[in-house]
């Protein structure tokens, strides 16, 4: 079966950076694109990245210019670089996949809790 698995998060100052991570197994993962999500506590999930299976990104507009999604595809996993991170950063990050042609994220991992202090 389909699993993502997130890594890296943590307790990091705000102005810091932090690299999360997401191993892919069960699935094509060349084939499929990747993206993270967020979700503040009392808010409703972010869309914050997408990698395509043909490496073209997209941001969400509150991270634009200090976050960076990357995939590896002989290992499987994505990544999300994350630099001058503020306060309201801070959220589970999720990363989610969707075959390649599809509209529908349709897997998703379990989250990792990214926390910025201020």
């Known amino acids: 079966q389909v699993q993502l698995v997130e890594s890296g998060g943590g307790l990091v100052p705000a102005g810091g950076s932090l690299r999360v991570s997401c191993a892919a197994s069960?699935?094509?993962?060349?084939?499929?694109?990747m993206g993270w999500f967020r979700r503040a506590p009392g808010k409703e999930r972010e869309f914050v990245a997408v990698?395509?299976?043909?490496?073209?990104?997209l941001y969400g507009d509150s991270v634009k210019g200090r976050f960076t999604i990357s995939r590896d595809n002989a290992k499987n996993t994505v990544y999300l670089q994350m630099n001058s991170l503020k306060p309201e950063d801070t959220a589970v990050y999720f990363c989610a996949a969707r075959r390649r042609g599809s509209g529908k994220f349709a897997y998703w991992g379990q989250g990792t809790q990214v926390t910025v202090s201020s």
């Open positions: 990698i395509s299976w043909y490496d073209s990104t």
């Open positions: 069960g699935l094509t993962f060349s084939t499929y694109d």
